[in-house]
């Protein structure tokens, strides 16, 4: 077994592991990040999720480094693509045009700019990335983590990494049980958060959806594939609260819960410059084509793009049939399994029975884009992940925190400890327990340091979903750039405690340490504060 010793280990190379070690690394240390997947960069890369984002985010709202994630994004696709001039000379170029974001963009120009954010740091030898390799042990000693040990995903080899301090930054939050930290899963009870949206009992494998996207277009020719083993049992799937059956063009509105039927147009002949991807306005899901569109091919010079190409994360594809979290590795291996059958009935459906507007049936032109995706199999490369195992940490993140309707315009609590900012609706998708979706309005909100520290464990931090939410607030801080915010902060504290000798539970608890820290985040560009802004 090989064995590495580095100051700060951060385990999960998603957008929140990314973004922990640029700021230790920007900070000086030394670092080792794990991932699980051949791609770095989790939702928005290997999971192919263009980022949900808030009305605000091109003046503010986010940290500077994600800022320079977002603006890599456009310039690369100056930099490479046959963009028309118009598209070109676009500011808030939206490569894909999509309704749900202002850039929508393909999954492998994300990962192409966070490769580049983290290349000076391999080169110089500071950074050591593991893939694909995920935890599988950690040495702890009393409330410390000494080491974890990390498993490769083909040949079961296996390394051992000592560090000062570790950040927990995977999707599931994998490491929590393995050192041993306390978590809660699901839905929290209403008598122990107080939360209007919480049942009565508590329900910790009533978890969100999971997901799996995929990529596609529509072209000349017929690229219908086989019929899925299982898509029988799919077609005549219907959750008692759906309106009709998954696998169609109705569902719940997510805001009112109303009964309403999509569009779906391949190639609408619309100008990408005019789209206004504003979700105060709407979620923009009405026109399914253009809601995740990643390349909108009139963004380009004519004949560059055949087709659109569309990325599919629609509410047929959530799959409720059980948990992948605390349950033994087959059984989630099986419920990854039907998440994917789920998706490739979804997509048979779309090529022979979907009802089109001219009366006819199915898009026999549609094809996969599992070359978008970086996969033989035509899916996204890893499942959606929503929801998380989370830390019960020193704070915790309760609805009345910043729900529009308890909090009213006062806004969001303030917290002494804030570490970053964050918004979005309260939007949970229906979950494994048979419930609806939970859409509730909210205010800009603050991120406490606190949420970021388990109650009891010393030099292990949350680095993403895994914070101390409760499963009400996931559904607001699980979005790409508070992921983003929580492990930037958590790799800069990790950074900030080796330079100062001091602990993250003292600087969370000493108004002066905490008072220098949040002079490093104001420096670095991570914001802490809204301005005057309003709910929605």
Request: hydrophobic share 40%.
């Amino acid at each position: 077994m090989r064995e590495l010793k580095t100051d700060i280990l951060v385990v999960g190379g998603g957008l929140g592991g990314v973004a922990a070690a640029l700021g230790a690394l920007e900070a000086g240390r030394t670092v080792v990040m794990s991932e699980a997947y051949d791609w770095i960069g989790g939702q928005l890369t290997s999971q192919a999720v263009p980022p949900d984002e808030h009305s605000w985010v091109e003046r503010f709202g986010v940290t500077r480094r994600y800022r320079a994630l977002r603006d890599g994004i456009r310039r690369y696709y100056r930099d490479h693509y046959p963009l028309t001039a118009a598209s070109r000379a676009w500011d808030e170029l939206n490569p894909g045009a999509g309704w749900v974001s202002r850039l929508c963009a393909e999954p492998r120009v994300g990962l192409a700019v966070l490769e580049a954010m983290l290349a000076p740091h391999r080169g110089a030898g500071r950074l050591t990335v593991l893939q694909p390799y995920r935890p599988v042990a950690a040495d702890t000693q009393g409330d410390t983590v000494r080491a974890v040990t990390l498993r490769h995903r083909d040949t079961a080899d296996e390394i051992t990494v000592e560090a000062a301090f570790v950040i927990d930054a995977t999707e599931l939050g994998d490491l929590l049980p393995l050192a041993g930290c306390d978590y809660a899963t699901g839905f929290e009870s209403r008598a122990d958060t107080g939360e209007p949206s919480a049942p009565a009992t508590a329900q910790p494998h009533n978890v969100q959806a999971v997901s799996i996207c995929f990529a596609i277009d529509h072209v000349d020719g017929d690229h219908t594939i086989d019929k899925p083993r299982h898509y029988d049992f799919w077609r005549s799937y219907q959750p008692h609260f759906w309106g009709g059956p998954l696998l169609g063009f109705k569902a719940p509105n997510p805001r009112t819960l109303e009964i309403s039927e999509r569009s779906f147009t391949p190639n609408p002949d619309d100008d990408p410059l005019q789209v206004d991807a504003d979700q105060r306005k709407s979620g923009g899901d009405q026109n399914l084509w253009t809601f995740r569109r990643i390349a909108a091919r009139r963004n380009f010079v004519p004949g560059a793009y055949a087709s659109d190409i569309c990325l599919v994360n629609w509410p047929m594809i959530d799959y409720m049939e059980g948990t992948i979290i605390d349950v033994p590795e087959a059984e989630q291996a099986r419920h990854l399994q039907s998440a994917a059958e789920l998706s490739h009935s979804v997509f048979y459906w779309l090529q022979t029975e979907a009802p089109r507007v001219d009366g006819g049936t199915g898009f026999p032109g549609l094809r996969l884009r599992g070359d978008v995706t970086g996969t033989s199999h035509g899916l996204a490369m890893a499942p959606y992940i929503r929801e998380s195992r989370r830390i019960l940490g020193v704070t915790r993140i309760v609805e009345q925190d910043l729900s529009h309707a308890v909090r009213g315009d006062q806004g969001a609590v303030r917290y002494r400890d804030s570490v970053g900012i964050g918004m979005y609706r309260i939007d949970l998708h229906p979950s494994t327990g048979g419930d609806n979706y939970i859409d509730v309005p909210s205010c800009p909100f603050e991120i406490p340091l606190g949420a970021l520290l388990p109650r009891r464990m010393t030099n292990l931090l949350a680095g993403g979903k895994n914070i101390a939410t409760t499963h009400i607030t996931n559904g607001c801080l699980r979005l790409h750039p508070v992921e983003w915010n929580v492990g930037e902060v958590a790799g800069m504290l990790a950074a900030h405690c080796l330079a100062h000798a001091t602990t993250p539970h003292a600087v969370q608890a000493d108004d002066a340490r905490l008072a220098a820290f949040q002079a490093m985040l104001a420096r670095a560009g991570v914001e802490t504060r809204w301005p005057d802004v309003r709910a929605y």
